[in-house]
């Protein structure tokens, strides 16, 4: 019998090595807007959205002062932010616009739209929004068909509130 994980699992946080964590901070805290909840001395930090204990962690405890991975190393791909509304990510577009960070890709995957962009280490970072269920595509036998389209960006910066 195949083992299934229960449905209500969600991934909690994701813990990341980096080479310098005020560098990361400004990153995580001050362009993301992440909270900070602990910090240990200038060797990690846990950072979090809405009060939660961590969403983020970052250490230098291996890795400080330490070059990019290879980005044909394995290892993490990215790692994905989900903004609860639309809005929410046309805003932190306009964020990202205002203080030219610059965007590695951005994409419309039918279930969700996206951003990404990589952190000062070269971690991929996915920031995105999951569409409503009800406009998820399928195909004809009934499975569900995410693409890679062209996300229009001024579109989504329309319904920006900020």
Known sequence: M???IPQETKIGHVHL???NLTKSLSFYEDLLGFTVTQKIGDEAAFLSAGGYHHHIGLNTWYSKGADFANVRAPGLFHVAILFPER????????????????????????????????????????????????????????????????????????????
């Open 2 to 4: 195949k083992f299934i």
């Open 17 to 19: 090595k980096v080479s």
């Open 87 to 162: 809005k929410d990510l046309a805003n932190i577009l306009k964020r990202l616009n205002t203080y030219k960070y610059p965007l590695s890709g951005a994409a419309n995957h039918g279930v969700s739209e996206a951003l990404y962009l990589d952190d000062p280490d070269k971690n991929g970072v996915e920031l995105y929004w999951d569409k409503p269920k009800e406009l998820w595509p399928y195909d004809n036998e009934g499975n569900l068909k995410m693409v890679t389209e062209h996300l229009n960006l001024a579109e989504l910066l329309s319904v920006s509130t900020i």
